[in-house]
């Protein structure tokens, strides 16, 4: 008997991975039922801020779900309201979901949304990631925002964090209706793509990158399964560098382990690294008139991302802010060391 379960459930398993790749996220089929209301963030709830689902769907038909987060105190006058999303391979109920509710808590109207193809946004295959995608999800958000009775379509901003912070740039870059933008502990994921961290890849490592991706596209194919990744690295090696423990800190712990996070579990898939490789996400950023915040922690790993995005920008409306004695992922959740006063001034400044 007990061989005849072990059998039965590996067969489970086998048919589970053959459809993952093309299977739909029923997750997103939205309702007022109270268990799309329940509260199931890796952060405390302010009971005092108005929490609902929201959906939209972006240009490329692809519904996106989010955390809408509307202050309690509302007025009559439409308000100012700002799209958060990111870090790359996290999920709504993590970091931009403290974000969210922390600016809605500050008088904004604030959504946190999972990306195309990830959480309980739609899109297959599953955990999918791309420039282009993902840089007209935040597109997509301002549509949404834009149609909102309680929004004033003229103040409207975004935030991304980590590897959405870049993309953050990308889509202030394409679009104009974004006037005011903020990259907190941002990367460049074309770059640390296609250079590797501190830019340690030439163009023969490129290649041998391309030849291994393109392998793994027609073993994909074969399969009809889409390898993954892997999330942050469990368990932890005694070699790991610094800033991998810090992530390990994060999403492998009750800190921030969510079951939908790409990070906290299995990874984006591995194919997804192709698109980044040969499309540059910082092109036309220094075109961006309207304003900018980049935030970065002093001894933070990616700092550089953010240094030389910001060396980039163009204008007077345009701001660097470093934070004393922060790393990478402290701007994820320390309340105490994520610049929020300073994040709330710019916004108001320029969501006038």
């Known amino acids: 008997m007990k061989r005849t379960l072990l059998i039965a459930a590996a067969a489970l398993l086998v048919a589970l991975l053959a459809t993952a790749c093309r299977q739909t996220n029923h997750s997103t089929d939205m309702n007022t039922s109270e268990k799309d209301l329940a509260w199931d963030k890796v952060f405390p709830r302010n009971e005092q801020i108005r929490h609902d689902k929201v959906t939209f769907t972006n240009r490329y038909g692809i519904r996106l779900t989010a955390d809408l987060y509307l202050p309690a105190d509302t007025v009559a006058r439409p308000l ?18 403290l974000y969210a509710q922390t600016l809605a808590e500050r008088g904004f109207l604030a959504i946190a949304f999972d990306p195309s193809y990830t959480g309980e946004s739609g899109g297959e295959p599953r955990y999918v990631a791309s420039p282009d995608i993902n840089t007209e999800d935040f597109c997509a958000a301002v549509d949404y925002l834009s149609t909102r009775d309680d929004v004033d379509p003229e103040r409207i901003g975004i935030l991304g964090i980590c ?18 933008t903020v990259a907190s502990t941002m990367y460049d994921m074309s770059r640390v793509t296609a250079n590797g961290y501190f830019d340690t890849m030439d163009a023969d490592a490129r290649h041998a990158l391309r030849r291994a991706l393109c392998a793994q596209r027609t073993a994909d194919a074969k399969s009809g399964t889409c390898a993954r990744a892997g999330g942050v690295v469990d368990p932890l090696p005694a070699d790991a560098p610094q800033f991998v423990r810090e992530y390990y800190d994060y999403y492998k712990t009750p800190r921030g382990y969510h079951p939908r996070s790409l990070n906290s579990n299995d990874g984006w898939n591995k194919t997804s690294a192709l698109s980044f490789l040969n499309q540059p996400i910082m092109a036309y950023s220094d075109e961006i008139r309207s304003a900018v915040l980049v935030v970065h922690g002093e001894k933070a790993h990616s700092r550089y991302f953010g240094e030389d995005a910001f060396r980039r920008l163009r204008g007077d409306n345009k701001e660097l802010l470093i934070v004393p004695d922060a790393n990478h992922t402290d701007l994820y959740d320390r309340t105490d060391k994520i610049p929020f ?9 320029y969501l006038q």
Do not use: H, M, Y
């Open 80 to 97: 100012a309201a700002v799209a958060v999303a990111g870090p790359f391979g996290a999920v709504k109920e993590q970091v931009s979901g």
């Open 341 to 349: 006063d300073a994040i709330e001034r710019f916004l108001r400044t």
């Open 163 to 180: 590897g959405w912070g870049g993309l953050a740039i990308n889509a202030a870059a394409i679009d104009t209706r974004i006037r005011a």
